[in-house]
């Protein structure tokens, strides 16, 4: 069984940067599609990119090219995520998710514990 | 930028069936999944592959998906399906999650 373990909240402020970790275990990461979704108090969730492990391509939903990037260190079976120019909009609580399935069939079975990011001043 | 639209919220008696739709430009052409979110916890898939359960998942969860219209159904629904409820899709790689339904058993 996957289990994905994500760091603790953070508080920041407008203007910096917030590196989110995700920590793999009953599995390796290098077999795995890691992906990215967000979701905002009260609100919808929200895709925010991944990357399928047969393309080895990442992708990013556009709304966020260019002020996010996902990473990942196989060697410790940990996938991070990275926002930068923080505004207050960003305040959300940020999960990892992946699954077994390839595109275009792909699906989540399994997501972390969620980590709040609060962007104040 | 694809987009798919569902009803903000559902209201079911218990024992009542509950249907959820999910629209999008020719969806019948992509595979849909389901997610169940209930408050504080992360998201669970319910319907995958359009109608695919997952193990562990109640028989009475079912889902359709057929020209701009994707539909999750629950027959006898219960107190415990009251829930946030969202339809995901692929775009062009492209993750897209639907706009959330609601879902009240009164």
């Known amino acids: 069984q996957v289990q994905l373990v994500q760091s603790g909240a953070e508080v920041k402020k407008p203007g910096a940067s917030v590196k989110v970790s995700c920590k793999v275990s009953?599995?390796?990461?290098?077999?795995?599609?890691m992906y990215w979704v967000r979701q905002a108090p009260g609100k919808g969730l929200e895709w925010m990119g991944g990357s399928d492990r047969e393309d080895d391509e990442t992708i990013y939903a556009q709304k966020f090219q260019g002020r996010v990037t996902l990473t990942e260190d196989t060697s410790i079976d940990t996938a991070y995520m990275e926002l930068s120019s923080l505004k207050s909009e960003d305040t959300a609580v940020y999960y990892c998710t992946t699954g077994f399935t390839r595109l275009p069939a792909a699906h989540f079975d399994f997501w972390g514990q969620g980590t709040l990011v609060t962007v104040s001043s | 930028s694809y987009e798919l639209t569902q009803p903000p919220s559902v209201s079911v008696s218990p024992g009542q069936t509950a249907s959820i739709t999910c629209s999008g430009d020719k969806l019948g052409d992509k595979y849909v999944c389901w997610y169940q979110q209930k408050p504080g916890q992360s998201p669970v898939v319910v319907i995958y592959q359009d109608n695919k359960r997952p193990s562990g998942i109640p028989e009475r969860f079912s889902g359709s998906n057929s020209g701009n219209t994707a539909t999750l159904t629950i027959s006898g629904t219960q107190a415990m399906d009251e829930a946030d409820y969202y339809c995901?899709?692929?775009?062009?790689?492209?993750?897209?999650f639907g706009t959330g339904t609601k879902v009240t058993v009164l």
């Open positions: 009953g599995h390796t990461l290098s077999e795995l599609s």
């Open positions: 995901q899709a692929w775009d062009s790689g492209t993750g897209v």
